[in-house]
């Protein structure tokens, strides 16, 4: 085989790899109904971890504006947004899981920050410019968390 032809098909297959990534590094997802089927690690998240991440005032920091039963012993809950006591009944894993990706492309007018979306962030401190609050594997983690509340 010529050393171009070798070159080529080595470019491709990586490009084949990373089919599941954008060019800015974000995994792609795609949305339907206002729910996102896959997740963006193509497996379960870990629920204590979710739990850690959810609790976390630089991570999810989600205590700021929802109150959770169970968390009793956490400091603060703030009331900007619902209680969360329940959700798993109220919602599918994939409606779930948009809404801590994206919760804007389910309420457009929402206070709720996309925790895995880089553009058109509004008023994010410099540390995150152009950088998802959270990874692919803490959102899938969160999303696990979400499932146990029910
Ligand atoms: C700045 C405040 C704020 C933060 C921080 C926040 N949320 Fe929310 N969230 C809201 C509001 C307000 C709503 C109500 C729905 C709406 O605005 O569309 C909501 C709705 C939700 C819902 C749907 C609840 C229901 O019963 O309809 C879920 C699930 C949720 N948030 C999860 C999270 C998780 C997980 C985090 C942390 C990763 C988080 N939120 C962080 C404000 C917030």
């Keep these: 085989m010529p050393k171009l032809t070798i070159l080529v098909s080595a ?10 990534v954008s060019a800015d ?3 792609k997802y795609k949305v339907a109904d206002n729910a996102i089927q896959q997740s963006l690690t193509g497996k379960a998240g870990d629920a204590a ?9 630089k991570l999810g920091n ?18 900007i947004g619902p ?11 994939a409606q ?13 007018d929402t206070i709720m920050p996309a925790f895995y979306r880089t553009d058109g962030l509004h008023r994010v401190l ?12 803490q959102v899938e983690d969160v999303v696990a968390y979400l499932k146990t509340l029910k």
């Design 11 to 20: 470019a491709a297959a990586v490009l084949l790899l990373a089919g599941s």
């Design 25 to 27: 590094g974000l995994v």
């Design 49 to 57: 971890e979710g739990e850690k991440t959810f609790t976390n005032r």
């Design 62 to 79: 989600c205590l700021a504006c929802h109150q959770v039963t169970a968390l009793a012993r956490e400091p603060f809950h703030g009331e």
């Design 83 to 93: 209680s969360l006591d329940g959700v798993a009944g109220r919602y599918s894993e």
């Design 96 to 108: 779930l899981r948009m809404q801590v990706v994206n919760a804007k492309v389910i309420n457009p």
């Design 126 to 137: 410099d540390n995150f410019k152009d950088k998802p609050m959270l990874t692919p594997e």
